[in-house]
């Protein structure tokens, strides 16, 4: 692997964890091309997507597309690339669409975890016409990422090192993220940050100006005269500045790469290409645009906390656990809490007694039992505190949030969403939250102050840290956006 280079370009990648960003500030900052985030798994898109592609464009930047796969929860590649597909159609890239690939996707193995990433990047290559490359870690690349996907770019993550970890896939890198603490003008908080080979930029873009500090080597680098005499034509149409650019900028360990050279021409060659004119077709009347949805607004984890403590219950049979004022006065907890009682009693945060009344239990996945009973809280009054319930795709590395509701105190804990689904169960994901057996039936709450589960058994959890894995006290929660619990939670609600 190459290290850092001044000469490369200035990169940077968003999704919309970075919030609302002023694209001409970005732009003024240096920053000449951006990976933006578009789809998670198979029907997830990013909320801040479009707007993050619109608002780049609109003041010159490069941009690209990535996918964060899922294969750990057994989605084809096919399927996902399918979700990709769909949501970029329609939108224009000058830089590749990526398969971003880490986390829990090394859980299928080796092996699998190549063959799956072959068939993403081959399938959305094919039907998309457009370039595609891998984004890894350097370290998930060297142990979970086999050579037949070699022959696709690397976007390779290694922070605070000039050089990133070598393995025996790639011996180049094309875009290196060295750091996720960066600041650009225009982006509140940390970001990712990149610099994009010079070499690959200009295969990219054909865009010579953007490079500040031109290399100078002194090898003595010759090139055929064939590619010599193209590169002047190309020269006299105003398309490059000069064949000696060209030539210093296309070599390799002092040999000139025809190879190199000879897709520098063609890139160049389709800019001279006159388009025939078409033929202008009657014009259509327009639909009527759809209103957007107001993007959701993370809030501040201290209200996030007041509004999870005030909405927590202690549900108080045998041992005791936690619940989860819902809308409409009803109670979510989990089965092994309320113990199929047709009735129990509640205590708020605000030290009030209620009779909840039993609607229904999870019925469960054919043979298997999943862990959850909703209530209804008799004559319960109009200004109960509740939580709204998640609808959205999960994500993993999102902080979470929860409350054990005990009989004289609320305990908050947080931690972060560590895998979505289980092989065994996978109506339930794994969290690093450290709860206690009191956290039972209490709820998992993401940035918006949601509900997207609720807490059912104690876990060791397996977290990476830096370039070490290691296990912490953790917890399995359901999952209140898996088909077969969101169908019965729409049918009693």
């Known amino acids: ?11 940077i990648d968003v999704s919309h964890h970075n919030g609302v960003i002023d694209w001409k500030k970005v732009a003024a900052d240096g920053v000449k091309g951006v990976f933006i985030k578009a789809t998670e798994g198979v029907g997830y898109t990013d909320p801040k997507f479009k707007v993050n592609v619109q608002g780049a464009i609109a003041v010159g930047l490069k941009v690209g597309f990535y996918h964060y796969c899922r294969p750990e929860t057994g989605n084809t590649a096919i399927k996902e690339a399918e979700s990709f597909l769909a949501a970029v159609a329609g939108l224009a890239a000058t830089l590749p669409y990526v398969l971003d690939v880490e986390g829990a996707a090394a859980n299928i193995g080796a092996v699998k975890l190549t063959d799956w990433c072959q068939s993403w990047l081959e399938t959305v290559e094919k039907r998309s016409g457009h370039r595609v490359m891998v984004y890894t870690g350097a370290s998930f690349a060297k142990t979970n990422l086999g ?15 000039n050089q990133p970890m070598t393995n025996s896939t790639w011996k180049r890198w094309s875009v290196f993220q060295y750091s996720s603490t960066g600041k650009v003008s225009g982006i509140t908080g940390d970001v990712d940050m990149n610099e994009m080979d010079l070499g690959y930029w200009m295969e990219l873009t054909g865009d010579a100006q953007n490079n500040p500090n031109p290399v100078v080597n002194p090898v003595n680098k010759q090139a055929n005269e064939k590619t010599k005499e193209a590169l002047k034509v190309l020269q006299s ?67 996030i906390e007041k509004l999870t403590q005030a909405a927590s219950v202690h549900v108080d049979v045998g041992g005791g656990g936690t619940g989860v004022l819902l809308k409409g006065g009803l109670l979510l907890t989990a089965k092994h809490v309320s113990k199929g009682r047709e009735s129990v009693r509640i205590k708020t945060n605000s030290r009030d007694w209620y009779t909840a009344v039993l609607v229904s239990e999870h019925p469960g996945v054919e043979k298997d039992a999943v862990d959850l009973a909703l209530y209804r809280i008799e004559n319960a009054p109009a200004n109960l505190p509740y939580l709204p319930v998640n609808t959205e ?42 709860a206690q057996h009191g956290n039972s039936g209490g709820a998992a709450v993401n940035e918006y102050g949601e509900v997207i589960g609720v807490i059912v058994n104690l876990a060791s959890m397996g977290i990476q840290k830096g370039s070490v894995r290691e296990s912490v006290p953790g917890c399995e929660a359901v999952n209140l956006i898996y088909p077969a619990v969101v169908e019965w939670l729409k049918k009693n609600m």
């Open 237 to 303: 149409e105003q398309v490059i500045q000069s064949p000696a650019y060209w030539v210093e900028n296309a070599f390799e360990g002092g040999t000139i790469r025809g190879d190199y050279a000879a897709l520098l021409i063609q890139n160049m060659a389709k800019r001279l290409a006159t388009p025939v004119p078409e033929t202008p077709k009657p014009e259509q009347p327009k639909p009527k645009p759809e209103p957007e949805k107001p993007d959701k607004q993370p809030k501040s984890w201290t209200e």
């Open 147 to 161: 050579a037949k996907l070699a022959k696709w770019p690397l976007w390779v993550a290694h922070y605070d090192v």
């Open 393 to 434: 795709q999960l994500i993993t590395g999102q902080k979470l949030l929860t409350v054990q509701a005990e009989y004289t105190e609320w305990i908050t804990r947080s931690g972060q969403l560590c895998q979505i689904s289980t092989a065994k169960e996978p109506w339930e994901f794994d969290c690093s939250i450290p």
């Open 1 to 11: 692997m190459q290290a850092r280079n001044s000469a490369n370009i200035k990169i």
